[in-house]
């Protein structure tokens, strides 16, 4: 069987680079991996749930908690089966991976020499690192995972962390809507949801390492567009 179906390893490299980028993306929804990212993502939506229930519906605090409730039982269960989804599909391109290692040493060779050389290593020191990697499996299945397919091991979590996440996320998103609107209904409930979707629009920015007031000012102003849009529509439909 040839190895690379046809093509030279510099485009067998590129395909698994993309093939390893899609397999990294969130194809059954938009919720990325992690603890504090599932937090923040059920928070948002938590949020929006919450203010669009309450002005539109409308309903009693009883039944917002009861509602808070089912959502956060969805919202954990999506989580932890999101989580294992991208499991799954780890564990798919570990085997993958590992039989071709078996089969094909020549070939994972030179693809790690191709990967390696765009790094800057060369002549004899390169042919030195590909035999210190090729003598151990292991290391070597790590490294073509993580080298040629682009995906990082080290930030894989347990489906039940990002269940737990989303689950905090959606109680102290309920918590501070729900007391907006018992403190003062119905304008406390916009802002107390504002609250929440500006505080988890900040702290994902923030574990991402991007700017926080640019996040919290476009995740706001989504959030304002589709309240005001769905508020001022039930208006007219009166």
């Known amino acids: 069987m040839d190895h690379f179906h046809g093509k030279d390893a510099l485009g067998h490299v590129a395909e698994a680079q993309a093939r390893g980028f899609l397999s990294a993306s969130e194809i059954h ?15 948002r939506d938590t949020a929006v749930l919450l203010l669009l229930a309450a002005f539109l519906l409308p309903l009693s605090l009883l039944q917002l908690l009861l509602l808070a409730t089912g959502w956060l039982l969805w919202r954990a269960g999506r989580s932890a089966w999101l989580g294992w989804a991208r499991l799954e599909r780890l564990h798919r391109i570990l085997v993958q991976e590992k039989w071709e290692i078996e089969h094909n040493r020549d070939q994972e060779r030179e693809e790690l020499g191709i990967l390696y050389a ?3 290593f060369s002549g004899p020191l390169l042919e ?8 151990d499996g292991d290391r070597l299945l790590r490294v073509m995972v993580e080298e040629e397919l682009g995906l990082s091991l080290e930030k894989i979590e347990h489906p039940l962390q990002q269940a737990l996440g989303a689950a905090c996320g959606t109680l102290v998103a309920t918590g501070i809507t729900l007391i907006g609107f018992w403190v003062f209904p119905p304008w406390g409930t916009f802002i107390g949801a504002l609250l929440a979707i500006g505080l988890a629009g900040a702290i994902s920015a923030i ?32």
């Open 207 to 238: 574990y991402a390492q991007n700017r926080p007031i640019p996040a919290v000012v476009w995740t706001l102003g989504i959030a304002i567009l589709a309240f005001g849009a769905v508020y001022f529509a039930a208006g007219l439909l009166q």
């Open 118 to 120: 765009s790094k800057g």
């Open 128 to 135: 030195e690192v590909l035999d210190v990697l090729m003598a």
């Open 29 to 43: 929804g938009t919720e990325v991996p992690g603890f504090i990212s599932a937090a923040a993502d059920a928070a």
